[in-house]
């Protein structure tokens, strides 16, 4: 079975950093795209980063440019955020997401993610 699922979610304060990580099991995640969302109370799924299957390339949304860093260990089938310079905005349950497909033109904007992992609650005060 495919499956990814978050952990690291928490309570932070403002200023503070958490790391969020994703394991992926049920197939080899090496070739695909990874990415991360998170929906924030009243608001609408956003993309926050993605990572490319060779590990070349990354894209951050500007909201989190600059203080949140995504990174892999392909190896391990796992996915990291590094989430730095928290802020209360930044409150929102995050997903882990895999983009299968062989060419995705469309993955720094958030198209194509097609495996989901249940989410993990960040909260930061301030």
């Known amino acids: 079975q495919v499956q990814l699922v978050e952990s690291g979610g928490g309570l932070v304060q403002a200023g503070g950093s958490l790391r969020l990580s994703c394991a992926a099991s049920?197939?080899?995640?090496?070739?695909?795209?990874m990415g991360w969302f998170r929906q924030a109370p009243g608001k609408g799924r956003e993309f926050v980063a993605g990572?490319?299957?060779?590990?070349?390339?990354?894209y951050l949304a500007d909201s989190v440019k600059g203080r949140f860093t995504i990174s892999r260990d392909s190896a391990k089938n796992m996915v990291y955020l590094q989430m730095n310079s928290l802020k209360p905005e930044d409150t929102a349950v995050y997903y882990c997401?895999?983009?299968?497909?062989?060419?995705?033109?469309?993955?720094?904007?958030?198209?194509?993610?097609?495996?989901w992992g249940q989410g993990t609650q960040v909260t930061v005060s301030s």
């Open positions: 990572i490319s299957a060779s590990d070349i390339a990354t």
């Open positions: 049920g197939r080899t995640f090496s070739s695909d795209i």
């Open positions: 997401a895999a983009n299968t497909r062989m060419y995705s033109s469309g993955w720094r904007r958030g198209v194509g993610y097609d495996y």
